[in-house]
């Protein structure tokens, strides 16, 4: 079982909704990130906080507006999204120390915009 | 030349079979070597970091190849539950000194009973 939760697993919504998607994780990892993924592709990075400060932004639309309210949270706020949003986002941590590449994955919370 | 490059399968072997994946990386100054397993409709699972000396765990041996930039996986007697997509990572040193990880687009693979 994965030690980093992300909550709703599954989300659908309108063009005019707000959202937010969480991730938490209680591992003291201090590195975050926010990945999108579409079927048969890679992930995506979107977002990575570092010490709770935003260190990357990967040119990702002001529709998506990440949130960091502490060392174990991660939000994910949406609004004003499109139907090619749709994908799966999924959430990640790393520890401090650990090679860059080794991430823990949330499950995930697949996200539908009609 | 894409940065990260994998056969993208789907590669359909029998249990018990040996299976090799390649993936060829563009950027010499690359600094580490990861693959990652996804199962259908999963997130994406560290299953092991390439080492230089090239690492074994159990059925599974990655090695690494800077000369000619490719990192390889290879998995002996397959069983069943390792049907998933197999993702190559790579740790990417840019020109300003920034690091950044490039995922390649993955290679599926089917064991069969």
């Known amino acids: 079982d994965t030690e980093v939760t992300q909550t709703p697993k599954h989300l659908v919504m309108g063009m005019t909704n707000k959202k937010s998607l969480k991730c938490e994780q209680h591992m003291g990892h201090r590195a975050m990130y926010w990945y999108k993924q579409k079927a048969k592709k890679p992930p995506e990075l979107m977002f990575v906080y570092s010490y709770e400060k935003l260190s990357i932004n990967e040119s990702v639309p002001s529709r998506f507006s990440p949130e960091c309210p502490n060392s174990s949270l991660l939000n994910l706020h949406l609004h004003a999204l499109q139907p090619e949003d749709s994908a799966l986002y999924l959430c990640a941590s790393r520890p401090g120390g650990a090679n860059t590449g080794e991430l823990f994955f949330g499950e995930g919370s697949r996200l539908t915009v009609l | 030349r894409k940065e990260v490059e994998q056969d993208p399968g789907p590669f359909n072997v029998p249990e018990g079979a040996t299976v090799a994946f390649n993936c060829t990386y563009s950027n010499s100054a690359s600094q580490s070597f990861f693959w990652y397993r996804q199962d259908c409709r999963k997130e994406p699972k560290l299953l092991m970091s390439v080492y230089s000396s090239g690492n074994e765990d159990g059925r599974f041996t990655a090695q690494l190849n800077r000369a000619s930039q490719y990192i390889s996986l290879l998995i002996r007697d397959s069983k069943l539950s390792d049907s998933a997509t197999y993702l190559c990572?790579?740790?990417?040193?840019?020109?300003?000194?920034?690091?950044?990880?490039?995922w390649g687009l993955g290679t599926s693979l089917a064991v069969n009973p």
């Open positions: 990572v790579v740790n990417q040193v840019n020109a300003g000194n920034n690091r950044k990880l490039i």
